[in-house]
């Protein structure tokens, strides 16, 4: 005599779902959200590069206008020069959209116009300690 079970439909075994079934469909269901999740996040956080290399030029434009006020051209011109050229490829590397190139050499820029601007301030001063190439402003 055979007996018949009858189960709710759509379950596997008595199974219902979310109880993950014996044949590893459950971990398969969060390896899929994982991905989609990841296929939605990468986008998303590529887009704001260009947010960041914007504002990064601003703030080394914006540090560039401080290390002129402080004589930087005249007084330290290998850390102006250099960061005026950093200046200027940061921002033909957005205009060719590589933006992570574009943040990373207007970061330098910055780094370069604080330092000629500290250093300028120092000689300004009559102060005629050198700073150690190690130090960062």
């Known amino acids: 005599m055979i007996m018949s079970r009858s189960r709710p439909a759509g379950t596997l075994a008595g ?7 014996p044949d590893g469909s459950a971990p398969e269901d969060k390896m899929r959200k994982l991905l989609w999740i990841l296929l939605l996040a990468i986008p998303l956080a590529t887009a704001c590069s260009p947010v960041y290399a914007t504002k990064s030029i601003s703030r080394a434009e914006l540090s560039l ?6 004589g930087a051209e ?64």
Do not use: H, W
């Open 15 to 21: 199974l219902q779902p979310g109880d993950g079934a």
């Open 74 to 137: 005249q007084k330290c011109p290998y850390e102006f020069n250099a960061a005026v050229m950093s200046l200027e490829y940061a921002r033909t590397l957005e205009g060719t959209s590589e933006f992570e190139g574009a943040i990373s050499f207007s970061d330098k820029a910055f780094k370069l116009f604080e330092k000629a601007r500290i250093k300028a301030a120092l000689v300004g001063d009559g102060n005629r300690a050198r700073m150690v190439e190690g130090d960062e402003p």
């Open 65 to 70: 206008t401080a290390a002129r006020a402080a």
